[in-house]
């Protein structure tokens, strides 16, 4: 298998330092305010990126040197449409940090707006697109207009800009979930077989059971039977030679809650994520992963999917590895990335563990960290061919691909499993079948 071309562009080690700023600090000089100063972190073509910035107010250096804010990651055409010229007055495309303190909102009814303290640029180069590790800018750096106010120092900026190679394979199903598709890699315009899924329901007629309730004319008791519940469903994935390699399974029923007519939260739906027992006998799984699925209502619906790394209870238990709000009608992705998970742990009440490498992925290489997985689905109703893209280095044979597959595999049946439940079933429709 052949990865594509990607790179991390990361930015870290932030810090705020200016004699014009003045606060109560602790005997270490370093106070680390999450909501007085913040950073608006922009690139072309990407959503904006937020991140605290720890005010220094000692001549102390930045400790932390491994400190990541913020990350975007960047295929080939990406790159090439950062590189290409731009309008008139925006010829060139920049990596932005505007840095404000006080933020967005309002005291006791009244607004308040957040005061710009300076901005950091960084033009766009053809080092980006060479493909090696080249570390862009890592240091102090004057911000703001006025660089110096009444003999004093402007607001200065600690950061460290850096690019790394990220090859990742990208993988596509070639018809919806349901469908028993085909899997395979992209590589440009090749498509390499790689994987087949097999897509089952239990306790339905084995002629063409798919088709019925996926088309929209199934049989009556079908029907009834979805009406009240989503059970049994699996999805086994498939090497080359026909060998099961990975699979999904339902273990927890996508049912309505009390009162209402979708799966809520109090009550979600599970797949458990399972791989091959190489000790065990033939169609015997260890299980990996526990995916949970459940509906938001609000004026956009979306899909919740959280997902758990299984691990032995004397390794300390169960691990939170993503939690993703997926728009219900649009679409979207759902992905795993530790450094992202331990950026939002972090700021959280109740830090939950988070695994220090891929290692705790099972039978996968070690790694500091970093994207792991991503999983593009479509929205209800809509013939979507799940996109996935894995990153390399937590690649080590086939099989490690596979588990990846039946992940991304309950995701998009989520969507689905997650619509809400008819009530009843129009008299005339039951009369016509």
């Given at each position: 298998m052949d990865?594509?071309?990607?790179?991390?562009?990361s930015i870290g080690s932030l810090g705020l330092r200016s004699t014009g700023i003045e606060l109560s600090t602790g005997k270490s000089g370093i106070q680390r305010l999450s909501s007085s100063y913040v950073c608006e972190i922009r690139l072309r073509g990407f959503p904006v990126q937020t991140s605290s910035v720890p005010l220094i107010t000692s001549a102390e250096v930045i400790r932390d040197t491994q400190n990541i804010a913020s990350s975007f990651y960047l295929e080939e055409s990406d790159l090439n449409a950062l590189l290409a010229p731009g309008c008139f007055y925006n010829p060139h495309a920049c990596l932005e940090i505007a840095v404000f303190s006080g933020k967005k909102g309002s005291h006791c009814g009244v607004g308040v707006k957040r005061q710009q303290i300076g901005i950091f640029k960084m033009q766009v180069g053809p080092e980006w697109g060479e493909g090696k590790p080249v570390i862009l800018f890592n240091g102090w750096t004057c911000i703001g207009k006025n660089k110096q106010e009444n003999g004093k120092p402007g607001a200065e900026l600690h950061l460290k800009v850096k690019l790394d190679p990220?090859?990742?394979?990208?993988?596509?199903?070639?018809d919806i979930t349901t469908l028993s598709p085909q899997i395979v890699l992209l590589q440009g315009s090749i498509k390499q077989p790689i994987f087949s899924c097999k897509f089952s329901k239990d306790r339905v007629s084995q002629i063409d059971s798919l088709s019925t309730y996926w088309s929209g004319?199934?049989?009556?008791?079908?029907?009834e039977s979805e009406r009240r519940e989503r059970k049994g469903w699996k999805v086994k994935i498939h090497d080359l030679s026909g060998s099961a390699v990975a699979a999904a399974f339902i273990t927890t029923p996508f049912v309505p809650s009390s009162g209402c007519d979708w799966v809520a939260r109090s009550n979600p739906g599970a797949?458990?994520?399972?791989r091959p027992d190489v000790v065990g006998r033939s169609e015997s799984w260890q299980p990996w992963g526990k995916l949970e699925a459940w509906r938001e209502r609000g004026i956009k619906d979306s899909i919740c999917c959280k997902f758990h790394l299984l691990s032995e209870p004397q390794d300390g238990g169960n691990l939170l590895m993503s939690e993703i709000h997926i728009n219900a009608e649009k679409g979207g992705e759902?992905?795993?990335?530790?450094?992202?998970h331990m950026r939002?742990?972090?700021?959280a009440a109740s830090p939950i563990p988070s695994p220090q490498s891929s290692g705790d992925f099972?039978?996968?290489?070690?790694?500091?960290?970093?994207?792991?997985m991503s999983c593009r689905v479509q929205g209800e109703g809509k013939r979507g061919k799940p996109l996935v893209q894995l990153a390399l280095r937590h690649v080590t044979c086939v099989e490690d691909a596979a588990i990846f597959m039946a992940l991304a595999a309950a995701v998009d049946l989520s969507i689905e499993a997650c619509k809400p439940f008819r009530r009843k079933i129009r008299?005339?429709?039951?009369?016509?079948?």
């Open positions: 990865p594509q071309a990607f790179i991390r562009l990220d090859p990742r394979y990208v993988f596509r199903f070639e004319s199934p049989d009556i008791s079908d029907l797949w458990l994520i399972v759902f992905f795993i990335d530790t450094e992202k939002t742990v972090a700021s099972g039978a996968l290489s070690p790694v500091a960290g970093g994207f792991v008299r005339g429709f039951r009369n016509s079948i």
